[in-house]
T-cell receptor, first 113, second 114 residues
Framework: GDSVTQMEGPVTLSEEAFLTINCTYTATGYPSLFWYVQYPGEGLQLLLKATKADDKGSNKGFEATYRKETTSFHLEKGSVQVSDSAVYFCALRGDFGNEKLTFGTGTRLTIIP | EAGVTQFPSHSVIEKGQTVTLRCDPISGHDNLYWYRRVMGKEIKFLLHFVKESKQDESGMPNNRFLAERTGGTYSTLKVQPAELEDSGVYFC????????????FGQGTRLTVV
């Protein structure tokens, strides 16, 4: 079945550091890929997505590129801020008709000033 | 537009008791999903409604869990009787019945079984 493997946390970085959170997946067909974020005390929010190979999703300075050859969707940000502290989840969704999301374990990110 | 709303936000119950979680999806969203995150682990799919019909309930852990969506609007997830391993955060999400549409999540219900 489908699965997502995500970099274990927690991750602690200084403000303005470069961030990478690794995510790889196993899936049949042509899944869509997502990064969700959960800020403290809030629900899950979609951060970015990519629906086909070589697509790049971007939002709030975060980027991730759908790499079919390496089955990866790594999340990157060039300069993190304290407000980026949250839990980040990588996820995939199957084709239309199989729309459930399969999530990774989540990575807790803490940014220190 | 109101978001996905879940009630209660927290629930603490004793082992053996019954708990009912509620989810109000975004109006007009035919798809409704339940997910669960047990402490520190991945968020796992429980089931998927399309309107009032169960499209996929392959993630339901056992027959102590019962989900309903009468009338195709709000949904309830009942756990009876609750066990310690049922503790976790239960998320609900909804989306339109269209390809590549975004799923919107509620804030979750944190269930603690003691």
């Amino acid at each position: 079945g489908d699965s997502v493997t995500q970099m274990e946390g927690p991750v602690t970085l200084s403000e303005e550091a470069f961030l990478t959170i690794n995510c790889t997946y196993t899936a049949t067909g042509y899944p869509s890929l997502f990064w969700y974020v959960q800020y403290p005390g809030e629900g899950l929010q979609l951060l970015l997505k990519a629906t086909k190979a070589d697509d790049k999703g971007s939002n709030k300075g975060f980027e991730a590129t759908y790499r079919k050859e390496t089955t990866s969707f790594h999340l990157e940000k060039g300069s993190v801020q304290v407000s980026d502290s949250a839990v980040y989840f990588c996820a995939l969704r199957g084709d239309f008709g199989n729309e459930k999301l399969t999530f990774g374990t989540g990575t807790r990110l803490t940014i220190i000033p | 537009e109101a978001g996905v709303t879940q009630f209660p936000s927290h629930s603490v119950i004793e082992k053996g008791q019954t708990v009912t979680l509620r989810c109000d999806p975004i109006s007009g969203h035919d798809n409704l999903y339940w997910y669960r995150r047990v402490m520190g682990k991945e968020i796992k799919f429980l089931l998927h409604f399309v309107k009032e019909s169960k499209q996929d309930e392959s993630g339901m852990p056992n027959n102590r869990f019962l989900a309903e969506r009468t009338g195709g609007t709000y949904s309830t997830l009942k756990v009876q009787p609750a066990e310690l391993e049922d503790s976790g955060v239960y998320f609900c999400a909804s989306s339109r019945r269209q390809q590549n549409t975004e799923a919107f999540f509620g804030q979750g219900t944190r269930l603690t079984v003691v």
